[in-house]
T-cell receptor
């Protein structure tokens, strides 16, 4: 899992509540990402950030929000507007934009969110 | 539409046997292809990366191949071990480096 930590490992939420997932990296990477993983599907991009104080929506950003106030941190908030939030959430980072062959994404251990 | 398809969805083999996992993609223009290993409940870890000009790359008992003409890649695992039980994910990037497409993975189980 490299130098990326995610917390908590398991999270339970009642319907209608917002929750925030933590992601911290000590790799000095500029880019950070949030993905959602559901059974039988590929990872889907929620949000990404290339530099501090800047972030972009991914393919499934509705119902989620992020901030990037520090280079090391990229927290994800799952809001009550997200209709089906139960999933495995993965945070990743890379030196630069990850699509390049030279910028490998390093993933955290993930947070499993369950809505009760 | 950019897609990455993996097969089989799941595979069970006996310890010590070899296996090959497949990845077909339609991502264009192509930049690079990575294979990741993901243990249950953990984040993916990169095994290999190949660019357009590479057709084979090895990492220990893992050997990846790439045919950019047919847009196919395979991951061959030799002399499987119990620790190889995991999901293997194929990831393809386009040449603008702005699109990364993840396959849904192959779930490999190694039986003693």
């Amino acid at each position: 899992d490299g130098g990326i930590t995610q917390s908590p490992k398991y999270l339970f939420r009642k319907e209608g509540q917002n929750v925030t997932l933590s992601c911290e990296q000590n790799l000095n990477h500029d880019a950070m990402y949030w993905y959602r993983q559901d059974p039988g599907q590929g990872l889907r991009l929620i949000y990404y950030s290339q530099i501090v104080n800047d972030f972009q929506k991914g393919d499934i950003a509705e119902g989620y929000s992020v901030s990037r106030e520090k280079k090391e941190s990229f927290p994800l908030t799952v809001t009550s507007a997200q209709k089906n939030p139960t999933a495995f959430y993965l945070c990743a980072s890379s030196i630069g934009l990850a699509g390049s062959a030279y910028n490998e994404q390093f993933f955290g251990p993930g947070t499993r969110l369950t809505v009760l | 539409k950019n897609q990455v398809e993996q097969s089989p969805q799941s595979l069970i083999i006996l310890e010590g046997k070899n296996c090959t996992l497949q990845c077909n993609y339609t991502v264009s223009p192509f930049s690079n292809l990575r294979w990741y290993k993901q243990d249950t409940g953990r984040g993916p870890v990169s095994l290999t990366i190949m660019t357009f000009s590479e057709n084979t790359k090895s990492n220990g008992r893992y050997t990846a191949t790439l045919d950019a003409d047919t847009k196919q890649s395979s991951l061959h695992i030799t002399a499987s071990q119990l620790s190889d039980s995991a999901s293997y994910i194929c990831v393809v990037s386009d040449s603008s480096a702005s699109k990364i497409i993840f396959g849904s993975g192959t779930r490999l189980s190694i039986r003693p």
